[in-house]
Structures are given as C-alpha cells and as structure tokens.
C-alpha cells in the first residue's frame, strides 16, 4: 500500500498555471489491469487506483500520509526554465530564422 505524492504539470493545451498548484497523492496500483475478452474493456480489481486526493500544500499531504500510516514516495518537481520573451523580438533585424 505505497502511494506517491507529486505536483501535476501543466498540459500542452494551457499557457498558465492553471492546475499545478495543488499536490495530488495516489495509491500505485497493486495489480496489473486486465483487458476483458468479451468486451475489450480495461478493468482491475484494485479499489485504490480510483481514490485521488487533492491537497493544498506538499506538507497537508505528507501529514496525512503520515497520520494514517501510509508508505509514500515523494516526487519533487523540476524547476521551469522562462525566458522573458518581447513581442517586438519577433521584428528584430538581426533576427536568425
């Protein structure tokens, strides 16, 4: 009964910063999924997989791992690299293309 407590990244469909500021911790899967003949369906019979908590702060979701006796593994994030970008760098005569 391990889960992972991590920081979800932006998607490719946003700019902003939209849903990476809170901390989200999930149990990894005990039992590999299964792909029903009849129906071609994915199933599993591990209840935990579906249980996704959502927390404020990496310390409300490591307290809780911790009060409930929860093996967690901690998955920092990396640092984004931004550069200051300038709508009139696109006009610049020295321009490489």
């Known amino acids: 009964m391990e889960a992972r407590i991590y920081q979800p990244t932006k998607t ?26 009849l129906m071609g369906w994915t199933s599993s019979g591990d209840m935990r997989g579906q249980i996704r908590l959502k927390f404020k702060s990496k310390d409300e979701a490591v307290s809780y791992a911790e ?7 901690l998955v920092l994030p990396k640092p984004r690299k931004q550069r200051p970008k300038s709508y009139a760098d696109n006009f610049r005569f020295d321009k490489i293309t």
Do not use: C, H, V
């Open 67 to 73: 009060n409930n006796k929860i093996q967690y593994n």
């Open 12 to 37: 490719a469909m946003q700019s902003g910063q939209a849903n990476t500021r809170f901390w989200i911790l999930e149990y990894e899967p005990e039992e590999p999924k299964k792909i029903d003949q």
